[in-house]
Protein backbone atom coordinates (compact mmCIF):
# COMPACT_ATOMS: atom_id res chain seq x y z
CA UNK A 1 0.00 0.00 0.00
CA UNK A 2 0.86 3.43 -0.82
CA UNK A 3 0.60 7.14 0.63
CA UNK A 4 1.36 10.52 -0.96
CA UNK A 5 2.61 13.34 0.25
CA UNK A 6 2.29 16.65 -0.64
CA UNK A 7 5.69 18.36 -0.30
CA UNK A 8 7.12 21.94 -0.30
CA UNK A 9 10.28 23.36 -2.02
CA UNK A 10 11.82 26.17 -2.00
CA UNK A 11 13.78 27.93 -4.59
CA UNK A 12 15.58 31.14 -4.81
CA UNK A 13 15.72 33.79 -8.63
CA UNK A 14 16.73 37.21 -8.75
CA UNK A 15 13.47 38.02 -8.36
CA UNK A 16 13.29 36.53 -4.93
CA UNK A 17 12.07 33.15 -3.48
CA UNK A 18 9.26 31.33 -4.39
CA UNK A 19 7.30 28.04 -3.01
CA UNK A 20 6.27 24.89 -5.64
CA UNK A 21 5.04 21.67 -4.67
CA UNK A 22 6.39 18.09 -5.40
CA UNK A 23 4.69 14.82 -4.78
CA UNK A 24 6.13 11.72 -2.86
CA UNK A 25 4.66 8.39 -2.72
CA UNK A 26 6.14 6.28 0.31
CA UNK A 27 5.63 2.58 0.26
CA UNK A 28 4.26 2.06 3.50
CA UNK A 29 5.24 -1.42 4.11
CA UNK A 30 8.80 -0.44 3.82
CA UNK A 31 8.98 2.90 4.68
CA UNK A 32 10.54 3.81 1.86
CA UNK A 33 10.38 6.39 -1.00
CA UNK A 34 8.45 4.86 -4.39
CA UNK A 35 8.15 7.53 -6.39
CA UNK A 36 8.56 10.97 -6.54
CA UNK A 37 7.48 14.08 -8.86
CA UNK A 38 9.52 17.53 -8.02
CA UNK A 39 8.55 21.28 -9.07
CA UNK A 40 4.75 20.33 -10.19
CA UNK A 41 1.99 22.61 -8.49
CA UNK A 42 2.42 26.25 -7.06
CA UNK A 43 -0.84 25.67 -5.53
CA UNK A 44 -0.38 24.01 -1.74
CA UNK A 45 -3.89 23.02 -2.00
CA UNK A 46 -4.09 21.58 -5.32
CA UNK A 47 -0.81 19.52 -4.59
CA UNK A 48 -2.67 18.04 -1.45
CA UNK A 49 -5.67 17.36 -3.10
CA UNK A 50 -4.30 15.79 -5.78
CA UNK A 51 -1.84 13.59 -3.53
CA UNK A 52 -5.02 12.60 -1.41
CA UNK A 53 -7.08 11.35 -4.20
CA UNK A 54 -3.77 9.45 -5.44
CA UNK A 55 -3.85 7.65 -2.20
CA UNK A 56 -7.60 7.05 -1.71
CA UNK A 57 -7.48 5.96 -5.58
CA UNK A 58 -4.70 3.87 -4.77
CA UNK A 59 -2.81 4.94 -7.36
CA UNK A 60 0.73 2.42 -8.62
CA UNK A 61 3.80 4.67 -8.20
CA UNK A 62 4.95 4.18 -11.82
CA UNK A 63 1.85 5.90 -12.80
CA UNK A 64 3.00 8.88 -10.40
CA UNK A 65 4.70 11.06 -13.64
CA UNK A 66 1.93 10.98 -15.75
CA UNK A 67 -1.05 11.59 -13.14
CA UNK A 68 0.18 14.67 -12.29
CA UNK A 69 0.97 15.92 -15.85
CA UNK A 70 -2.81 15.42 -16.58
CA UNK A 71 -3.87 16.90 -13.41
CA UNK A 72 -1.72 20.39 -13.78
CA UNK A 73 -2.65 20.24 -17.70
CA UNK A 74 -6.32 19.96 -16.86
CA UNK A 75 -6.39 22.57 -14.07
CA UNK A 76 -4.50 24.99 -16.41
CA UNK A 77 -1.75 25.02 -13.96
CA UNK A 78 0.96 23.94 -16.35
CA UNK A 79 4.13 26.39 -16.65
CA UNK A 80 6.19 26.31 -19.48
CA UNK A 81 9.70 27.01 -19.47
CA UNK A 82 10.88 28.04 -22.96
Excluded at 6 to 27: H, L, M, N, P, Q
Aim: hydrophobic share 40%; glycine share 6%; aromatic share 10%.
Amino acid sequence: MYIYIAVKETAETEEGEFSTYGIRCYDLDSGNVAAEVRDVFCDKRLAEQFAEKCSSEMLEPVHLSAAAEDTVWSAGTAVLIG
